[in-house]
Nanobody, 127 residues
Framework: QVQLVESGGGSVQAGGSLRLSCVVS????????MGWFRQAQGKEREGVGA????????FVPDSVKDRFTISQDSAKNTLYLQMSSLKPEETAPYFC????????????????????WGQGTQVTVSS
């Protein structure tokens, strides 16, 4: 059973930065496709980064391009999301997600494509 534990959330002012971490256990990290999602209040869960755990391609959507960077340290079974220039509307719990195979690029940011989820870490951006 794959388990995901996020950390690194907190409160920052607009324009600030945070780095989120997600530690993975219960599977060989390189066999996973990993993603970061967020869900603002009253909105659908939104993908903000995805990466091939085997060291292949990585993607971020245009909405966070140039501000968010997804990365990983497979030796530590850890996924990261570096966020900068944060905006108040990006206040949300942020979730780490995993699936056991690659999917289409379009599928990388679909909630339904991921089987395993962490509990989330709260990010609060104040104006």
């Amino acid at each position: 059973q794959v388990q995901l534990v996020e950390s690194g959330g907190g409160s920052v002012q607009a324009g600030g930065s945070l780095r989120l971490s997600c530690v993975v256990s219960g599977s060989t990290y390189s066999r996973l496709t990993m993603g970061w999602f967020r869900q603002a209040q009253g909105k659908e869960r939104e993908g903000v980064g995805a990466i091939d755990g085997a060291g292949g391609p990585k993607f971020v959507p245009d909405s966070v391009k140039d501000r968010f960077t997804i990365s990983q340290d497979s030796a530590k079974n850890t996924l990261y999301l570096q966020m900068s220039s944060l905006k108040p509307e990006e206040t949300a719990p942020y979730f780490c997600a995993a699936r056991e195979s690659w999917t289409s690029v379009a599928g990388l940011f679909r909630e339904a494509e991921y089987k395993y989820w962490g509990q989330g870490t709260q990010v609060t951006v104040s104006s």
